[in-house]
């Protein structure tokens, strides 16, 4: 039996209360942990076949070893936050190796093909941006103790990353013709599903366990304008074009095309000129997975049968 009602627990971690152990958890709470852990998890882990993929063009060796070594970091990190759930009594074997495809919770980003070295780079700019805001968040509002210790260092290395994308993006739209057209359109594609990462806005959200559980802090559109205010500026620092503006009289960033909207993952376009759309559309294409879902799971959970082998192979020599 848990030591606090559901109720209880709520007012305890608002009162800043830090959980430490699975037995202290209500029902309601661990489900809410569970399911923020495994999304953390399974971001950080289809992360590297997308990023391995796109790694093939770097311009040199170093940039080469420079990403692989963002690959590395993002495996490490997916270990730890399915390490931090097998404490919670899932199973780390079923949760990489036994589910299907589909069945991942990572965002739909990551399920798109990463076709050259500037898609690479925002990739990085924009997407660990996200990550680290989300991450970023729940280390200083988190109610689980566990969590908030291992996040240090995720959160450096995110850092990392996020400086990779920047560097990189700034090289490339400095140098200009090519490379900085290859840039914009990434934008073109990556902004916009950046935007949609951060899930349903907030008037819309019926009920969020991890904010009534503290396990995060901020709101889904909070988040968002975080995440705007460094990319925006950013962006037009470098002469890239990005659907969204400062509205003085809001005091937020204001987005300039119907929010959602429709996706054509084949061309990477989004289809501004339709219209809004509604969530239940954006949730029944996050439900069918992207182009690239099957191949990045199956490029991961094909190492098992590889390492196996190997292990059989040392063990009849």
Known sequence: MPQ????EIKAKVREGY???SPEEM???YRKALVVQ???QADTELMSAPAYWMAARHAPSANTQVSAHAIIQDELAHANIAYRLLEDLGESKEHLVYGRQPHEFKHPYGFDQPLENWAELVVANGFFDRAGITLLSDVYQNTSYGPLKRALVKVDMEETFHLRHGEVWMRRLAKAGGEARDMVQRAVDWMFPMT???????DDLKRHSGQLEYRLKGLTNDELRQVWM?????LCAQLGL???AHWDDEKQEFVLDYPFPCRYDAGVKHWLFQEGQITWDEVFER?????????AYVESIQRSRGTVERWLDSRAAA
Request: charged letters at 25%.
């Open 4 to 7: 606090f009602t559901d109720e």
């Open 18 to 20: 830090v959980v430490e």
């Open 26 to 28: 209500t029902d309601g």
């Open 37 to 39: 852990l495994t999304v």
């Open 195 to 201: 935007i949609e990462w951060f899930g349903l806005p």
């Open 229 to 233: 205010q460094s990319t925006v500026p």
């Open 241 to 243: 074009e990005v659907p």
């Open 286 to 294: 996050w439900k069918a997975r992207g182009p690239m879902n099957e």
